[in-house]
T-cell receptor, first 115, second 114 residues
């Protein structure tokens, strides 16, 4: 079946602009995660959804970052007033949501560049 | 606090050599899970293995093997008879029992030369 998909694959924006990044999880997966990966680093957790609700948003760096999953499937990560430091690859993952032991399936990421 | 350390930033080997990637973790939980993922040049993280804290049995899958030792808080990954297709960045990750998020190490870039 289809894996996790993310759009766009690349996004270039100017400092101060608003961006939206989209994630389509694997069908039937109830858990969805966003991570951010800076160059040369491992992914860092941003937010976790179980169904429609954000169960853990402790990784969001500040209030410019927000994510939604209104129907429990597709999720959108929104970044307001982008800064150059926001440049990174944003990864989305999904899982069956049956606990910490289940593996997460990752999408190809969206590479965000803020000029 | 939870932490994953992959001290090897980059390793280069010649094809058919064996190579071990180190992973050391820190956690206060007694229930936790360890993972290895491969990130090829395409960028997509590929799941390799999961291990829970109550199962220290080593595992072998083809040319891959994993050695989990709670006494040293290590979960090392060995590739036997490496191949060029093994070239990638490999990440070790930790998930504590009460949460769902992964804590990743900084990764080890493996280059297998023909």
């Amino acid at each position: 079946g289809a894996g996790v998909s993310q759009t766009p694959s690349n996004k270039v924006t100017e400092k101060g602009k608003y961006v939206e990044l989209r994630c389509d999880p694997i069908s039937g997966h109830t858990a969805l995660y966003w991570y951010r990966q800076s160059l040369g680093q491992g992914p860092e957790f941003l937010i976790y959804f179980q169904g429609t609700g954000a169960a853990d948003d402790s990784g969001l760096p500040n209030d410019r970052f927000f994510a939604v999953r209104p129907e429990g499937s597709v999720s959108t990560l929104k970044i307001q007033r982008t800064e150059r430091g926001d440049s990174a690859v944003y990864l989305c993952a999904s899982s069956t949501g049956q606990g910490a032991m289940v593996e997460q399936f990752f999408g190809p990421g969206t590479r965000l560049t803020v000029l | 606090a939870q932490k994953v350390t992959q001290a090897q930033t980059e390793i280069s080997v010649v094809e058919k050599e064996d190579v071990t990637l180190d992973c050391v973790y820190e956690t206060r939980d007694t229930t936790y899970y360890l993972f290895w993922y491969k990130q090829p040049p395409s960028g997509e993280l590929v799941f390799l293995i999961r291990r829970n804290s109550f199962d220290e049995q080593n595992e072998i899958s083809g040319r891959y093997s994993w050695n989990f030792q709670k006494s040293t808080s290590s979960f090392n990954f060995t590739i036997t008879a490496s191949q060029v297709v093994d070239s990638a960045v490999y990440f070790c990750a930790l998930s504590e029992g009460g949460t769902y998020k992964y804590i990743f190490g900084t990764g080890t870039r493996l280059k297998v030369l023909a």
